[in-house]
């Protein structure tokens, strides 16, 4: 393999495990700093003991996040310095806000927040978790933004004399950071956060009643785990609404920005009418032969178009798309250059998020039905159901995110037609992939690295899991009540000492 596939096997293999955890953060630091405000509020401790519960969760997720997070950082410049020349001059302003603002803010109330039970007013200590959860959701607007910018680029101008983009002032810093582009992924990907957070504390309170039935603590089950379960449903049910309705929408804006992604996500082999819907693809070719439909005619045009038939149905296949990428750039890249993407790995990415998302928004409602009025859920098969499923809206987010990258491709930028449609090739704002990797890194290098972070992230991985593990089963001990009542209400003096209260 060479430098670039070795390259990119590592961004992918960091950047999926990265994924994995921060969907959870993103979510769960809102869930819990809205836990400890509704105890603020009410006085009843069950919401205090709920923000505690899984506070640990998210600041395990957190930590492993930070960890696996910095090494995205060095990849930029060690395996990719041709796209960071290219592309810096519009990075650095996103992602130096995302650094200085969002993580620094996010960082330092965490340690307010873990350090300052007993230390400060109940008051700053709730008000602490809200700024890590501004904090966390700020961090994810200006790496969205810096993201979106590679999958539409705006707000720069190219430069043929350093052949870089460059920002076109404040103006064009505004233009990066709202986006159209950027506010579609911030309100999909954050609302997809909120659905792996709500599945998270959903299935673990779920899991709590049957074995707090089981071991004859019918209180704990219906006083504490159950109003848990059912917040984290009603998350998880609000949450995968609007992740559907914002996929919707960032569906037909990607067909129109980024239409060989969605060609190929949507499976359209010929351009044409009325198309119907693709249910599965045989093969790895996108071809019309390869492709099995629902008979219903013009469903997927719909889905695009808004309309079943007619001219404004019209969707382009891969022939026509090709052709016309081939007369545009033809000039710089010259002929048999396919610029398509994986069609497999975009078409089944595709069905794949949507199909776990649907389940999980089924499981939430059933989950709200089982728990209805005075029910408890008391069979371990469901509860089984819901500890296993938990995973489903992690593993859509992750196939969300490999669409979002591996459907760019073969560009890491990708060209702005609409903006820039009227321009030539070379003076556009593109870069292939391949003139984006580092080139003087040896292929032996890049191999070592991709194998000793393989093995680390493993390792990590073990370690997360088993501590999350650890901390959930180990629930909540009733002999600890009193401690935690008598921490967040005790007189703040200039002789409390700061402790670990987690």
């Known amino acids: 393999m060479d430098v670039l596939d070795l390259s990119r096997w590592q961004f992918g293999i960091t950047t999926v495990y990265h994924f994995i955890l921060v969907p959870l953060t993103i979510g769960l630091s809102p869930l819990v700093a809205i836990m ?3 105890w603020l509020r009410s006085g009843d401790t069950k919401y205090l003991r709920m923000s505690e519960f899984f506070g640990k969760v998210l600041l395990i997720n957190f930590a492993l996040g930070v960890a696996t997070g910095i090494v995205q950082e060095f990849q930029f410049g060690l395996n990719w310095s041709e796209y960071s020349r290219y592309v810096g001059d519009i990075f ?6 995302e650094a200085l603002l969002a993580f620094f803010m996010e960082s330092v109330f965490l340690g307010v927040w873990i350090f300052g039970r007993g230390r400060i007013s109940a008051k700053a200590h709730t008000i602490a978790i809200w700024m890590v959860a501004i904090g966390t959701n ?9 993201n979106s910018f590679m999958q539409n680029p705006v707000g720069a101008v190219f430069n043929p004399e350093t052949g870089r983009a460059e920002l076109d002032g404040m103006t064009g810093f505004l233009e990066v950071i709202f986006s159209t582009t950027t506010l579609y992924a911030v309100l999909h990907t954050v609302t ?4 792996v957070a709500g599945a998270m504390v959903a299935g673990i309170s779920i899991w709590w009643i049957v074995r707090s039935l089981k071991n004859d603590n019918e209180v704990e089950a219906r006083e504490f785990w159950k109003p848990s379960a059912q917040f984290g449903l009603k998350v998880l049910a609000g949450a995968g609404i609007l992740v559907i309705g914002s996929g919707h929408f960032i569906g037909q804006h990607m067909y129109q920005i980024q239409p060989t992604k969605m060609i190929a996500a949507m499976g359209i082999a010929e351009s044409g009418e009325g198309q119907g819907l693709a249910l599965a693809m045989i093969g790895t070719e996108l071809e019309e032969d390869n492709i099995i439909s629902l008979p219903i005619p013009g469903l997927e045009s719909f889905m695009v178009t808004n309309s079943f038939s007619g001219p404004d149905s019209y969707l382009i296949g891969v022939d026509e798309v090709q052709e016309n990428f081939d007369a545009k750039f033809n000039e710089v890249y010259g002929d048999g250059v396919d610029y398509m993407p994986n069609p497999f790995i975009a078409f089944y990415s595709f069905r794949i998020m949507m199909a776990l998302g649907f389940a999980s928004v089924g499981l939430s409602i059933l989950g709200l039905f089982l728990l209805r009025k005075d029910k408890l859920i008391d069979n371990d098969l469901i509860a089984k159901l ?9 593993i859509a ?6 669409l979002t990258e591996m459907g760019r491709q073969p560009w890491v930028v990708y060209p702005n037609f609409e903006r820039e449609g009227e321009l030539t090739a070379s003076e556009m704002m593109h870069l292939l992939t391949q003139d ?4 003087n890194v040896l292929s032996a290098e890049v191999l070592f690295s991709v194998i000793a972070f393989t093995l680390l992230y493993l390792a990590l991985g073990i370690v997360w899991f088993r501590l999350i593990v ?3 089963r180990e629930g909540i001990n009733p002999a600890d009540k009193l401690l935690l009542e008598e921490a967040h209400s005790s007189e703040v003096t200039e002789d409390t000492k700061l402790s670990f209260a987690y």
């Open 470 to 472: 650890r901390y959930v």
């Open 397 to 402: 987010s992750s196939f969300g995110w490999i």
């Open 192 to 195: 997809a956060s909120f659905m």
């Open 436 to 439: 984006g990797v580092s080139q």
């Open 138 to 146: 700020l961090s994810a607007f200006f790496i969205l933004a810096a």
């Open 36 to 38: 400890q405000t509704r």
């Open 92 to 97: 650095g302003a996103p992602l130096a806000f």
């Open 386 to 394: 819901y500890t296993w499923t938990i995973p489903f809206p992690f």
